[in-house]
């Protein structure tokens, strides 16, 4: 498969546990934040985003937390699965309303032992 | 539901080359952005293409550039070759917001 990153932060869970990946971001202006999740030999997919004015959203198994205070970033998995395995990145996008240019956080790689 | 077809899959060339990168989406979505991905630099975005034009230019030297075709399938081009552009090159395309953005599987290109 592709490697996506050979030094990626990696995170080792145990099937059933919940998993939490952090992202810090730099840009106090960027309005969406969105977390894509890549397997081997694809391209990113979209989990879930949050908008600047909220602090968290809920999707299925998976809760995105927002501290603009410090700019950081977070993805809850719940009862993590070993098909949760992959790279996952966060993204951010500023809000000028100018188009869909996306900056990457660098990537978390995410382990589920069974 | 939104689709891209990039094209080619896998590609070897020489330095000193230049290539072409295909990508089509499925239902004719306006927007087309391309990212380079790397081991050591991460996903990178090179451009955007709305309606034809670019719309957003990354930090990439001018041997990157790109078009889009009327019915919305975007080609770029990396001229003189170098190792270093190896890379897995994705397009995702949109038809609303950035956190619509849908990613295509990529092209991998090996530059020997």
């Known amino acids: 498969g592709e490697s996506v990153g050979l030094h990626l932060p990696t995170l080792s869970v145990q099937e059933g546990d919940n998993s939490i990946i952090n992202c810090a971001y730099s840009?106090?202006?960027?309005?969406?934040f969105i977390w894509y999740k890549q397997e081997s030999g694809k391209g990113p997919q979209f989990i879930i985003d949050i908008r600047s004015n909220m602090d968290k959203r809920q999707g299925q198994r998976v809760t995105v937390l927002l501290n603009k205070t410090v700019k950081h970033l977070s993805l809850q998995i719940a009862a993590t699965q070993p098909g949760d395995s992959a790279v996952y990145f966060c993204?951010?996008?500023?809000?000028?309303?100018?188009?869909?240019?996306?900056?990457f956080g660098g990537g978390t790689r995410l382990m589920v032992k069974p | 539901k939104a689709g891209v077809t990039q094209t080619p899959r896998y590609l070897i060339k020489t330095r000193g080359q230049q290539v072409t990168l295909s990508c089509s989406p499925i239902?004719?979505?306006?927007?087309v952005s391309w990212y380079q991905q790397t081991p050591g630099q991460g996903l990178q975005f090179l451009f955007e293409?709305?309606?034809?034009?670019?719309?957003n230019k990354g930090n990439f030297p001018g041997r990157f550039s790109g078009r889009q075709f009327s019915n919305s399938r975007s080609e770029m081009n990396v001229s003189t070759l170098e190792l270093g552009d190896s890379a897995l090159y994705l397009c995702a395309v949109t038809s609303g917001g950035p956190s619509e953005a849908f990613f295509g599987q990529g092209t991998r290109l090996t530059v020997v």
């Open positions: 993204a951010e996008t500023p809000n000028n309303n100018a188009g869909n240019m996306l900056t």
């Open positions: 293409y709305f309606s034809e034009t670019q719309r």
């Open positions: 840009n106090s202006a960027s309005d969406y």
């Open positions: 239902s004719g979505h306006r927007s």
